[in-house]
């Protein structure tokens, strides 16, 4: 079958989309072979064929940590006796759904930034609402990655410029800060960033955050 100009030129600029635009699925495509552990090209393949596919592979990447993050919220809603067993079930890290949602919960889906990945908002999650969306609107108008966001908000922070919450002040024994380093560490976070993310997580889920708080520490 022949395929028209008008739809070769449709072809082209659909291939050329941004790679957070349309829905989060890779299309079927006999020259791709996509399984849970590898993925199979042919030979051959075209370049803007081969582009296509990598941004449709980031778009399903970086959704599904939102995926992740709105259903684990979902099941805390309405299932609270029963989520954590499901969860469980099937056999999914709860402390990275735990991370997810986290996330998910300080932004509302009107309020986040389909041109910035997850991990863009994952960096400004712990400061205020209005610092988030000044944070983000820079980001996505700078063509920042992940790196520079995190970069200019500590600078910022670090600088006396900004901060993320009121100075606290605590006098803790030294092994309290070891232990909370190491746990901070483990997380991918600074001392501070931890402290927050599990403040806010025990005043979301104050049922299980001592038990969380326990398990965090013990590495």
Not at 66 to 84: A, N, T, V
Not at 109 to 116: D, T
């Amino acid at each position: 079958m022949r395929t028209s100009a008008g739809q070769a030129a449709r072809g082209s600029e659909q291939a050329a989309q941004s790679p957070v635009e349309g829905r989060a699925r890779l299309t079927p495509d006999a020259r791709m072979a996509p399984r849970r552990t590898a993925l199979t090209l042919s030979p051959g393949l075209p370049l803007a064929q081969w582009r296509h596919i990598g941004r449709q592979i980031f778009v399903v990447s970086d959704s599904s940590a939102w995926w992740l993050g709105d259903w684990l919220i979902y099941g805390r809603k309405e299932y609270p006796d029963r989520y954590r067993k499901a969860v469980a079930d099937t056999g999914l890290d709860y402390q990275t759904l735990r991370n997810y949602a986290w996330v998910a919960g300080k932004f509302e889906p009107a309020r986040r930034h389909a041109q910035l990945s997850f991990q863009h908002h994952a960096e400004v999650a712990g400061c205020p609402a209005e610092e988030r969306e000044v944070w983000l609107t820079r980001a996505e108008q700078g063509g920042w990655s992940r790196n520079e966001l995190r970069r200019r908000t500590r600078t910022r922070r670090d600088s006396g410029g900004g901060s993320l919450a009121p100075q606290v002040q605590l006098d803790l024994p030294s092994d309290h800060r070891v232990r909370w380093e190491r746990a901070a560490a483990a997380a991918g976070l600074d001392l501070l960033e931890w402290i927050v993310r599990m403040l806010d997580e025990a005043a979301d889920d104050p049922g299980e955050s001592a038990a969380l708080l326990d398990a965090s520490l013990e590495i």
